[in-house]
Protein backbone atom coordinates (compact mmCIF):
# COMPACT_ATOMS: atom_id res chain seq x y z
CA UNK A 1 0.00 0.00 0.00
CA UNK A 2 1.32 3.21 -0.97
CA UNK A 3 -0.92 5.55 0.47
CA UNK A 4 -2.11 5.70 4.46
CA UNK A 5 -5.38 7.23 5.04
CA UNK A 6 -6.28 9.64 8.11
CA UNK A 7 -3.68 12.06 9.31
CA UNK A 8 -0.23 11.44 10.71
CA UNK A 9 0.19 11.69 13.95
CA UNK A 10 3.98 13.85 13.92
CA UNK A 11 4.62 12.16 17.69
CA UNK A 12 8.69 13.03 17.49
CA UNK A 13 9.75 15.69 20.06
CA UNK A 14 9.85 18.44 17.03
CA UNK A 15 9.47 19.22 14.38
CA UNK A 16 5.79 19.47 15.70
CA UNK A 17 2.50 19.50 13.60
CA UNK A 18 2.30 22.80 12.09
CA UNK A 19 -1.40 24.35 12.38
CA UNK A 20 -2.95 25.26 9.17
CA UNK A 21 -3.50 28.75 9.91
CA UNK A 22 0.42 28.73 10.04
CA UNK A 23 0.80 26.97 7.18
CA UNK A 24 -1.35 29.48 5.16
CA UNK A 25 0.29 32.36 6.90
CA UNK A 26 3.85 31.18 4.86
CA UNK A 27 1.91 30.30 1.84
CA UNK A 28 1.83 33.99 1.40
CA UNK A 29 3.38 35.89 -1.60
CA UNK A 30 7.21 36.78 -0.65
CA UNK A 31 7.67 40.61 -0.70
CA UNK A 32 10.81 42.80 -0.83
CA UNK A 33 12.44 42.48 2.43
CA UNK A 34 13.70 46.07 1.84
CA UNK A 35 9.63 47.75 2.07
CA UNK A 36 8.54 49.26 4.78
CA UNK A 37 5.58 46.55 4.64
CA UNK A 38 8.56 44.11 5.90
CA UNK A 39 10.49 46.56 8.26
CA UNK A 40 6.25 46.66 9.71
CA UNK A 41 6.39 42.35 9.85
CA UNK A 42 9.93 42.28 11.28
CA UNK A 43 9.34 44.77 14.31
CA UNK A 44 6.28 42.71 14.98
CA UNK A 45 8.27 39.35 15.45
CA UNK A 46 10.76 40.85 17.30
CA UNK A 47 8.47 42.36 19.62
CA UNK A 48 6.42 39.02 19.85
CA UNK A 49 9.40 36.81 20.70
CA UNK A 50 10.37 39.24 23.76
CA UNK A 51 7.40 37.73 24.89
CA UNK A 52 7.73 34.42 24.27
CA UNK A 53 11.25 34.68 25.95
CA UNK A 54 10.15 37.03 28.95
CA UNK A 55 12.44 39.68 28.55
CA UNK A 56 12.64 43.13 27.95
CA UNK A 57 15.90 42.71 26.08
CA UNK A 58 17.03 42.01 22.48
CA UNK A 59 15.88 38.64 20.20
CA UNK A 60 17.71 38.17 17.04
CA UNK A 61 16.20 35.76 14.81
CA UNK A 62 18.35 33.42 12.56
CA UNK A 63 17.72 32.00 9.56
CA UNK A 64 19.36 28.69 10.80
CA UNK A 65 18.52 25.44 12.81
CA UNK A 66 18.84 25.48 16.55
CA UNK A 67 22.21 24.12 16.04
CA UNK A 68 23.15 27.18 14.06
CA UNK A 69 21.83 29.53 17.76
CA UNK A 70 23.64 27.87 19.36
CA UNK A 71 27.10 28.63 17.59
CA UNK A 72 25.96 32.12 17.62
CA UNK A 73 25.48 32.43 21.22
CA UNK A 74 28.99 31.05 21.79
CA UNK A 75 31.22 33.03 18.87
CA UNK A 76 29.34 36.26 19.90
CA UNK A 77 30.02 35.91 23.54
CA UNK A 78 33.33 34.24 23.97
CA UNK A 79 37.06 34.34 22.87
CA UNK A 80 39.61 31.59 21.87
CA UNK A 81 40.56 28.90 24.61
CA UNK A 82 37.78 30.33 26.92
CA UNK A 83 36.88 28.07 30.01
CA UNK A 84 33.08 27.38 29.77
CA UNK A 85 31.13 25.02 32.02
CA UNK A 86 29.05 22.13 30.70
CA UNK A 87 27.31 19.15 31.25
CA UNK A 88 26.91 15.71 29.77
CA UNK A 89 23.05 14.81 30.24
CA UNK A 90 21.78 13.77 27.42
CA UNK A 91 22.39 14.01 23.77
CA UNK A 92 22.05 17.36 22.44
CA UNK A 93 23.85 18.54 25.57
CA UNK A 94 26.92 15.80 24.28
CA UNK A 95 26.16 17.71 21.19
CA UNK A 96 26.05 21.26 21.87
CA UNK A 97 29.52 20.24 23.89
CA UNK A 98 30.85 18.89 20.81
CA UNK A 99 30.30 22.21 19.22
CA UNK A 100 32.06 24.59 22.16
CA UNK A 101 35.20 21.95 21.89
CA UNK A 102 35.12 23.02 17.73
CA UNK A 103 35.12 26.55 18.23
CA UNK A 104 38.09 26.05 19.88
CA UNK A 105 36.68 26.66 23.74
CA UNK A 106 38.44 24.66 26.76
CA UNK A 107 35.03 22.62 27.41
CA UNK A 108 35.25 21.99 31.66
CA UNK A 109 32.70 18.77 31.83
CA UNK A 110 31.05 17.54 35.03
CA UNK A 111 32.11 14.25 35.15
CA UNK A 112 29.95 12.94 37.85
CA UNK A 113 26.82 14.12 35.98
CA UNK A 114 26.47 11.98 33.40
CA UNK A 115 23.66 9.40 34.12
CA UNK A 116 21.63 10.82 31.70
CA UNK A 117 18.93 11.05 34.43
CA UNK A 118 18.89 13.91 35.93
CA UNK A 119 19.21 17.58 35.02
CA UNK A 120 22.02 19.97 35.83
CA UNK A 121 22.55 20.21 39.34
CA UNK A 122 22.76 23.46 40.84
CA UNK A 123 25.07 22.48 43.93
CA UNK A 124 27.22 21.02 41.23
CA UNK A 125 27.69 24.51 39.27
CA UNK A 126 27.77 26.59 43.13
CA UNK A 127 30.97 24.12 44.07
CA UNK A 128 32.35 24.64 40.37
CA UNK A 129 32.25 28.12 40.35
CA UNK A 130 33.29 28.71 43.98
CA UNK A 131 36.69 26.45 43.49
CA UNK A 132 37.10 29.00 40.32
CA UNK A 133 38.26 31.66 42.52
CA UNK A 134 40.61 33.41 39.34
CA UNK A 135 37.12 33.46 37.59
CA UNK A 136 38.51 31.30 34.33
CA UNK A 137 35.21 30.19 33.87
CA UNK A 138 33.73 32.55 31.76
CA UNK A 139 30.31 31.02 30.61
CA UNK A 140 28.08 27.79 32.06
CA UNK A 141 25.95 26.47 29.21
CA UNK A 142 22.49 24.72 30.35
CA UNK A 143 20.39 22.97 28.15
CA UNK A 144 16.71 23.91 29.61
CA UNK A 145 14.80 20.79 28.43
CA UNK A 146 16.83 17.73 26.98
CA UNK A 147 14.71 16.39 24.27
CA UNK A 148 16.59 13.10 24.57
CA UNK A 149 15.83 12.11 27.99
CA UNK A 150 12.26 14.45 29.13
CA UNK A 151 14.46 16.00 32.09
CA UNK A 152 13.90 19.61 32.61
CA UNK A 153 17.16 21.52 34.37
CA UNK A 154 15.81 24.19 36.95
CA UNK A 155 17.58 27.22 35.26
CA UNK A 156 16.16 29.21 38.21
CA UNK A 157 18.02 27.39 40.86
CA UNK A 158 21.01 27.49 38.47
CA UNK A 159 21.10 31.35 38.41
CA UNK A 160 20.46 31.27 42.16
CA UNK A 161 23.90 28.78 42.45
CA UNK A 162 26.24 31.03 39.98
CA UNK A 163 24.70 34.32 42.50
CA UNK A 164 25.48 32.31 45.63
CA UNK A 165 28.96 31.69 44.33
CA UNK A 166 29.26 35.31 42.99
CA UNK A 167 30.80 34.24 40.13
CA UNK A 168 30.25 36.63 36.74
CA UNK A 169 30.23 33.89 34.61
CA UNK A 170 27.54 34.24 31.68
CA UNK A 171 24.91 31.99 31.45
CA UNK A 172 23.90 30.21 28.53
CA UNK A 173 20.71 28.32 28.09
CA UNK A 174 19.19 26.15 24.79
CA UNK A 175 15.62 26.57 25.71
CA UNK A 176 15.35 24.77 21.93
CA UNK A 177 12.69 22.39 23.78
CA UNK A 178 10.99 24.30 26.43
CA UNK A 179 10.13 27.34 24.49
CA UNK A 180 6.47 27.98 24.63
CA UNK A 181 6.15 25.13 25.87
CA UNK A 182 7.77 24.84 28.93
CA UNK A 183 7.83 28.23 31.33
CA UNK A 184 11.07 30.03 30.67
CA UNK A 185 12.18 33.70 32.27
CA UNK A 186 14.92 35.17 30.73
CA UNK A 187 14.96 38.12 32.43
CA UNK A 188 13.97 36.38 36.22
CA UNK A 189 16.25 34.13 35.84
CA UNK A 190 19.20 36.48 35.02
CA UNK A 191 20.03 34.30 31.51
CA UNK A 192 22.09 35.65 29.55
CA UNK A 193 21.86 34.39 26.46
CA UNK A 194 18.61 32.08 25.74
CA UNK A 195 18.70 29.65 22.34
CA UNK A 196 15.62 28.71 20.52
CA UNK A 197 14.54 26.99 17.53
CA UNK A 198 11.45 27.35 15.83
CA UNK A 199 10.03 23.59 15.20
CA UNK A 200 8.96 23.06 18.38
CA UNK A 201 6.19 24.82 20.69
CA UNK A 202 6.43 27.70 17.93
CA UNK A 203 4.62 25.46 16.12
CA UNK A 204 6.09 26.59 12.84
CA UNK A 205 8.79 24.17 9.98
CA UNK A 206 12.47 23.55 11.19
CA UNK A 207 14.49 26.65 9.56
CA UNK A 208 14.81 29.57 12.22
CA UNK A 209 17.20 30.20 15.10
CA UNK A 210 17.01 32.79 17.97
CA UNK A 211 19.25 34.43 21.15
CA UNK A 212 17.66 36.39 23.49
CA UNK A 213 20.38 38.58 24.59
CA UNK A 214 20.59 40.38 27.95
CA UNK A 215 23.31 43.67 28.37
CA UNK A 216 25.66 41.54 30.24
CA UNK A 217 25.91 39.77 27.13
CA UNK A 218 25.48 42.35 24.93
CA UNK A 219 28.66 44.04 26.40
CA UNK A 220 30.35 40.49 26.42
CA UNK A 221 29.71 40.59 22.72
CA UNK A 222 31.84 43.35 22.00
CA UNK A 223 35.10 41.75 23.27
CA UNK A 224 34.44 38.19 22.13
CA UNK A 225 37.22 37.03 20.02
CA UNK A 226 36.00 33.90 18.65
CA UNK A 227 35.55 34.10 14.66
CA UNK A 228 32.44 34.46 13.22
CA UNK A 229 30.72 36.84 10.21
CA UNK A 230 27.08 35.50 9.57
CA UNK A 231 26.28 34.81 13.64
CA UNK A 232 27.97 38.44 14.20
CA UNK A 233 24.96 39.78 16.81
CA UNK A 234 26.37 43.31 16.07
CA UNK A 235 25.10 44.27 11.91
CA UNK A 236 22.07 42.05 12.73
CA UNK A 237 20.79 44.59 16.33
CA UNK A 238 21.83 47.92 14.25
CA UNK A 239 19.56 46.36 11.17
CA UNK A 240 16.65 45.33 13.41
CA UNK A 241 16.05 48.61 14.87
CA UNK A 242 13.72 49.36 12.04
CA UNK A 243 12.94 46.18 11.39
CA UNK A 244 15.36 44.77 8.92
CA UNK A 245 18.08 42.44 8.35
CA UNK A 246 21.38 42.35 7.05
CA UNK A 247 20.95 39.78 4.71
CA UNK A 248 17.73 38.00 2.66
CA UNK A 249 15.72 37.09 5.61
CA UNK A 250 13.36 33.74 5.57
CA UNK A 251 10.22 36.18 5.02
CA UNK A 252 7.85 33.42 4.35
CA UNK A 253 9.01 31.10 7.85
CA UNK A 254 8.71 35.45 9.62
CA UNK A 255 5.04 34.95 8.14
CA UNK A 256 4.19 31.89 9.94
CA UNK A 257 5.98 33.07 13.01
CA UNK A 258 3.58 36.60 12.97
CA UNK A 259 0.30 33.79 13.12
CA UNK A 260 1.77 31.64 15.72
CA UNK A 261 2.75 34.42 17.88
CA UNK A 262 -0.99 35.76 17.65
CA UNK A 263 -2.05 31.92 18.27
CA UNK A 264 0.41 32.13 21.40
CA UNK A 265 0.48 35.15 22.91
CA UNK A 266 -2.92 37.00 22.08
CA UNK A 267 -5.35 33.98 21.21
CA UNK A 268 -4.50 31.01 23.86
CA UNK A 269 -1.54 32.80 26.92
CA UNK A 270 1.09 31.66 27.33
CA UNK A 271 0.16 30.80 31.01
CA UNK A 272 -2.31 28.60 29.14
CA UNK A 273 0.21 27.27 26.92
CA UNK A 274 2.31 26.11 29.71
CA UNK A 275 -0.82 24.37 31.59
CA UNK A 276 -1.62 22.50 28.33
CA UNK A 277 1.68 21.24 28.38
CA UNK A 278 2.58 20.25 31.86
CA UNK A 279 -1.34 18.42 31.79
CA UNK A 280 -0.29 16.58 28.72
CA UNK A 281 3.09 15.60 30.18
CA UNK A 282 1.77 14.38 33.19
CA UNK A 283 -1.53 12.02 31.52
CA UNK A 284 1.45 10.59 29.61
CA UNK A 285 3.42 9.87 32.07
CA UNK A 286 0.24 8.34 34.11
CA UNK A 287 0.03 6.15 30.90
CA UNK A 288 3.51 4.67 31.12
CA UNK A 289 3.50 3.90 34.36
CA UNK A 290 0.28 2.02 34.18
CA UNK A 291 1.52 0.31 31.38
CA UNK A 292 4.31 -0.48 33.70
CA UNK A 293 7.20 0.49 31.92
CA UNK A 294 9.95 3.06 32.92
CA UNK A 295 9.89 6.91 33.22
CA UNK A 296 13.87 8.13 31.83
CA UNK A 297 13.75 10.84 34.02
CA UNK A 298 14.19 9.94 37.81
CA UNK A 299 13.56 13.23 39.54
CA UNK A 300 9.72 14.14 39.74
CA UNK A 301 10.69 18.06 39.97
CA UNK A 302 12.85 17.38 36.52
CA UNK A 303 9.90 15.90 34.80
CA UNK A 304 9.36 17.78 31.32
CA UNK A 305 6.01 19.20 29.60
CA UNK A 306 6.77 18.60 26.41
CA UNK A 307 8.72 14.95 25.75
CA UNK A 308 8.48 12.17 27.98
CA UNK A 309 10.92 9.53 27.39
CA UNK A 310 10.03 5.67 28.22
CA UNK A 311 12.47 2.52 28.85
CA UNK A 312 11.46 -0.40 27.12
CA UNK A 313 11.91 -3.40 29.57
CA UNK A 314 15.26 -5.09 28.94
CA UNK A 315 15.38 -7.44 25.90
CA UNK A 316 12.78 -5.68 24.00
CA UNK A 317 13.87 -2.78 21.03
CA UNK A 318 11.94 0.36 21.27
CA UNK A 319 12.99 0.72 17.51
CA UNK A 320 11.17 -2.65 16.49
CA UNK A 321 8.27 -1.25 18.90
CA UNK A 322 8.21 2.07 16.71
CA UNK A 323 9.05 0.27 13.48
CA UNK A 324 5.50 -1.48 14.45
CA UNK A 325 3.73 1.52 15.63
CA UNK A 326 5.16 3.35 12.34
CA UNK A 327 3.87 0.63 10.20
CA UNK A 328 0.64 0.12 11.44
CA UNK A 329 -0.81 3.49 12.51
CA UNK A 330 1.40 6.19 10.82
CA UNK A 331 2.91 7.94 14.48
CA UNK A 332 6.26 8.49 14.27
CA UNK A 333 7.80 8.47 18.05
CA UNK A 334 11.15 9.81 18.80
CA UNK A 335 13.70 7.35 18.79
CA UNK A 336 16.46 6.75 21.75
CA UNK A 337 19.34 8.76 20.90
CA UNK A 338 23.00 8.07 21.92
CA UNK A 339 22.88 5.75 24.74
CA UNK A 340 19.50 5.57 24.99
CA UNK A 341 19.58 3.87 21.09
CA UNK A 342 17.11 0.81 20.63
CA UNK A 343 16.15 1.27 24.88
CA UNK A 344 13.88 4.65 24.62
CA UNK A 345 11.11 5.68 22.67
CA UNK A 346 10.17 9.18 23.37
CA UNK A 347 6.64 10.60 23.01
CA UNK A 348 6.37 14.54 21.81
CA UNK A 349 3.85 16.44 23.71
CA UNK A 350 4.70 19.91 22.17
CA UNK A 351 3.41 22.37 20.27
CA UNK A 352 0.08 22.56 18.40
CA UNK A 353 -1.30 19.38 20.18
CA UNK A 354 -4.76 19.00 22.45
CA UNK A 355 -6.34 16.36 24.56
CA UNK A 356 -7.77 13.96 21.59
CA UNK A 357 -4.47 14.06 19.98
CA UNK A 358 -3.17 12.46 22.87
CA UNK A 359 -5.28 9.98 23.77
CA UNK A 360 -5.20 9.10 19.68
CA UNK A 361 -1.02 9.09 20.31
CA UNK A 362 -1.18 6.94 23.46
CA UNK A 363 -3.81 4.87 21.89
CA UNK A 364 -1.33 4.11 19.31
CA UNK A 365 1.65 3.17 22.02
CA UNK A 366 -0.85 0.94 23.88
CA UNK A 367 -1.77 -1.32 20.79
CA UNK A 368 1.95 -1.22 19.50
CA UNK A 369 3.35 -2.67 22.92
CA UNK A 370 0.68 -5.16 22.38
CA UNK A 371 1.50 -6.21 18.54
CA UNK A 372 5.26 -5.91 19.07
CA UNK A 373 5.24 -7.99 22.02
CA UNK A 374 6.83 -5.96 24.27
CA UNK A 375 5.43 -6.87 28.34
CA UNK A 376 3.28 -4.36 29.53
CA UNK A 377 0.05 -4.23 31.84
CA UNK A 378 -3.62 -2.57 29.67
CA UNK A 379 -4.49 0.61 31.43
CA UNK A 380 -2.33 3.24 30.09
CA UNK A 381 -5.06 5.03 27.58
CA UNK A 382 -7.12 4.48 30.28
CA UNK A 383 -5.40 5.97 32.99
CA UNK A 384 -4.30 9.06 30.79
CA UNK A 385 -8.24 9.62 30.00
CA UNK A 386 -9.49 9.45 33.63
CA UNK A 387 -6.50 12.25 34.56
CA UNK A 388 -7.79 14.84 31.77
CA UNK A 389 -11.06 14.25 32.47
CA UNK A 390 -10.42 14.48 36.33
CA UNK A 391 -8.23 17.42 35.50
CA UNK A 392 -10.77 19.37 33.44
CA UNK A 393 -14.04 18.60 35.65
CA UNK A 394 -11.66 20.45 38.59
CA UNK A 395 -10.62 23.21 36.29
CA UNK A 396 -14.59 23.68 35.98
CA UNK A 397 -15.41 23.60 39.71
CA UNK A 398 -12.34 26.11 40.53
CA UNK A 399 -13.97 28.49 37.67
CA UNK A 400 -17.40 28.09 39.23
CA UNK A 401 -16.37 28.97 42.71
N1 LIG B 1 19.00 21.40 21.50
C1 LIG B 1 17.91 20.69 21.78
C2 LIG B 1 17.43 20.63 23.19
C3 LIG B 1 17.23 20.01 20.76
O1 LIG B 1 16.14 19.30 21.05
C4 LIG B 1 17.73 20.09 19.44
C5 LIG B 1 17.04 19.39 18.35
O2 LIG B 1 16.09 18.68 18.52
C6 LIG B 1 18.88 20.83 19.21
C7 LIG B 1 19.48 21.48 20.26
C8 LIG B 1 19.47 20.94 17.84
O3 LIG B 1 18.64 21.72 17.07
P1 LIG B 1 18.54 21.55 15.49
O4 LIG B 1 18.35 20.11 15.21
O5 LIG B 1 17.35 22.41 15.16
O6 LIG B 1 19.79 22.09 14.92
Known amino acids: MSYSSGRQFVQIPGPTNVPERVLRAIARPTIDH ?61 LWIQVAVKLGLDVEVDAAQNDWRHGVDPQVVEARLRDDRGHKIKAVGVVHNETSSGVTSMVGAVREAMDRAQHPALLLVDTISSLASIDFRHDEWGVDVAIGGSQKGLMLPPGLGFNAISDKALVASKSARLPKSYWDWQPMLAQNATGFFPYTPATNLLYGLRESLQMLLREEGLQNVFARHRRHGEATRRAARAWGLENVALNPKEYSSSVTAIYTPAGHSADELRKVILERFNMPLGSGLGKFQNKVFRVGHLGDFNDLMLAGTLSGVEMGLEIAGVPHRKGGVAAALDYLTESLKEAASMART
Do not use: Y
Request: aromatic share 8%; with cysteine; charged share 20%.
Open 34 to 94: RSPEFGRLGLEVLEGMKEVFQTSGRVVILPCSGSGAWESALTNTLSPGDKILMFDIGQFSA
